[in-house]
């Protein structure tokens, strides 16, 4: 990103009943925005019951306010409650299956449990949603392989490519 450029707007939201009532401390998600930092200006963080309305009505809101790169925490697994993957299926326009598949390998070189995870990752309007498992141990492991990915997914995703001078302007836009 060039310097005189606006560095990137980041929203993490965690998906935990349990840290929404306040029976546990929101670790992933405190971790999450700390190492999301690196990237860009974490804007805003929130903790929301794994709710499906509630959780589409947030990402829905930050996606209307123009972040850059929605990351979620939690929410991810095979439990009744675990939604985050229908919300954001629901909301994003196009799918990035191979950034999901990507996690769930990493995850899976740590634990055999990594292939359980259901999250997506995808785009909806103009900001990148990334779903990650909900143990802070998996946002850490999974962190590395994002910060090698997102500068260039970011990039590319506000039109700016090295290799396609066009795409600098992209249709519609001046």
């Not at 809101?61 to 409650?81: A, K, N, Q, S, V």
């Not at 990594?114 to 990752?121: N, P």
């Not at 990148?128 to 990915?149: K, T």
């Amino acid at each position: 990103m060039a310097e005189t450029e606006p560095r990137r707007r980041i929203a993490v939201l965690t998906a935990s009943d349990s840290a929404a009532r306040g029976l546990r401390a929101d670790r992933s998600g405190v971790l999450l925005a700390s190492l999301a930092a690196r990237l860009g200006d974490v804007t805003a963080t929130a903790v929301e019951p794994d709710d499906f309305g509630r959780l589409r009505a947030r990402l829905e809101g930050w996606i209307r306010e123009g972040m850059d790169l929605i990351l979620t925490t939690g929410g991810t697994g095979l439990g009744p409650r675990d939604v985050m993957p229908e919300v954001t299926r629901a909301l994003v326009r196009r799918p990035v299956p191979g950034l999901a598949e990507a996690l769930r390998q990493e995850s899976a070189r740590h634990t055999p449990t990594g292939w359980l995870s259901r999250g997506e990752a995808g785009v909806a309007g103009r900001s990148l949603i990334i779903n990650l498992p909900g143990s802070p141990a998996a946002v850490e492991q999974l962190w590395p392989l994002l910060e090698a990915l997102l500068p260039h997914a970011l990039e590319l995703l506000h039109g700016h490519t090295a290799h396609d001078p066009a795409a600098q302007n992209p249709p519609g836009k001046v």
